[in-house]
């Protein structure tokens, strides 16, 4: 048969055929619902059980109890058996009511930061699991009642896929942190780009492909008569507009060696993340020569930069692994105080709600099974508790949030 040399009959292109397979797909899912409507998803977030505010808050479920009977702060949603809970909105009203009503304990109940406390910038980056310790440090840090601001600097969007926003899938334009650093007349201000969450008080720069191209234009830009480009001023200068919206800036470092240097120079303190692993302790070896390369350019430059701390975080840590146990006790052995004593452990609670496109503080218990959420949860809080008591001692308070997490570790949730 001969070929048809008709165009109406034509196969179509090799692009429209992918982009029929990828329509394809999306409704399939979006018919599960499995995928949002639009590019942010404004999924909201779950109520809390008046048990779990108590853990949140440090105080006694009786003594909540008792407090929404007198018709003293905000009021509870009421459920089958008259259960109480609260949205993380009302929490925090909560937070202020105990604040002005116990003033000697005004700082755990309201942590936000005071006068002449600077802003903490934390950079995760290193190995694997840095998405996954960015999302649960940042929604940790907003459940205590911190103001956060997360940043994703990967072009990939990984971390902003988890605020519920579809970078790849809707492209747009001048929305991530290479719209407040790009070099011509479409630069915009920071306010312009940050996005808010379903979590109180945090916030977030999503990730989009422009940052690839941020990268590409900062690399001619090097190569040419310009010479080194200015990315790393140009992202201190950027978070300094926001500085006084937020207690804790959390910025999710990418691939980009620009972005990536921009991060450091800007960071009060460094988070990096190893599996206990021989092979990925190598390759987090090799993110610390990148690390340690892009410092001593920046010192080279005339700006030095000096941290509150830099630190390590084994993750995804399997305790019944004898050699992984013997690695960590390895780190410990080299990095001494620099490594969390929290390990993150490996988890099939973190992996499920991981394939909803959740945390686990937006799940419940009977989503992924109690005993695994438990385990999790209290491995999540330790290692954010940690972090917060590093803050607390970098801005001069005493530390209670490891004390805390530990007298709570393991209860189940009413």
């Not at 109480?84 to 009503?101: D, V």
């Not at 309201?110 to 903490?120: A, F, I, T, Y």
């Not at 040419?224 to 201190?236: C, F, L, N, T």
């Not at 973190?350 to 949860?377: C, F, H, P």
Request: some cysteine; charged content about 25%.
């Amino acid at each position: 048969m001969p070929h048809c040399k008709n165009p109406l009959f034509q196969l179509d292109t090799t692009s429209e055929r992918i982009r029929r397979h990828g329509k394809e797909l999306w409704d399939r899912l979006r018919a599960r619902g499995a995928a949002p409507e639009k590019i942010l998803d404004d999924r909201p977030l779950r109520p809390f059980s008046l048990g779990e505010v108590a853990e949140i808050l440090g105080v006694s479920g009786s003594y909540l109890r008792q407090l929404s009977i007198d018709g003293l702060g905000p009021t509870p949603e009421l459920g089958t058996a008259g259960r109480r809970s609260y949205t993380l909105r009302q929490i925090n009203e909560l937070r202020a009511y105990l604040a002005s009503t116990r003033p000697k304990e005004a700082l755990k109940f309201c942590p936000r930061r005071r006068e002449g406390e600077k802003l903490q910038i934390i950079s995760v980056a290193g190995g694997p699991s840095t998405t996954t310790t960015s999302l649960y440090l940042t929604q940790g840090l907003a459940l205590q009642g911190f103001r956060v601001l997360a940043i994703d600097l990967d072009a990939r969007g990984s971390l902003s896929k988890m605020f519920g926003y579809l970078p790849t899938v809707y492209p747009v334009h001048n929305a991530s942190m290479s719209a407040v650093l790009r070099y011509d007349h479409d630069r915009v201000s920071m306010g312009s780009v940050i996005l808010s969450t379903s979590f109180d008080g945090l916030d977030f720069v999503p990730g989009t492909f422009e940052l690839d191209e941020f990268e590409e234009e900062s690399s001619r830009r090097y190569r040419s008569k310009w010479g080194y480009p200015d990315a790393s001023i140009r992202m201190v200068d950027a978070l300094k507009e926001v500085e006084d919206l937020h207690d804790v800036l959390v910025i999710h470092c990418g691939h980009g060696s620009f972005l990536t240097a921009g991060a450091y120079e800007a960071a009060t303190g460094v988070l990096m993340t190893v599996r206990p692993e021989l092979p990925e302790i190598l390759s987090m070896t090799l993110s610390l020569s990148h690390f340690e390369h892009d410092v001593s350019l920046l010192e080279q430059a005339g700006r030095p930069v000096a941290y509150d701390f830099v630190k390590f975080l084994v993750t995804r840590h399997d305790p019944r692994d004898l050699s992984q146990q013997e690695v960590v006790a390895r780190l410990r052995d080299s990095l001494g105080n620099n490594l969390l004593t929290a390990t993150v452990w490996e988890s099939g609670a973190i992996l499920q709600a991981w394939t909803k496109n959740r945390s686990l503080y937006e799940l419940s218990a009977g989503d992924v099974g109690r005993s695994a959420y438990e385990q999790a949860m209290e491995t999540l809080n330790s290692t954010n508790a940690e972090v917060m008591d590093i803050v607390s001692k970098v801005w001069g308070r005493p530390p209670m949030y490891v004390m805390r997490a530990s007298r709570t570790a393991g209860k189940a949730s009413s």
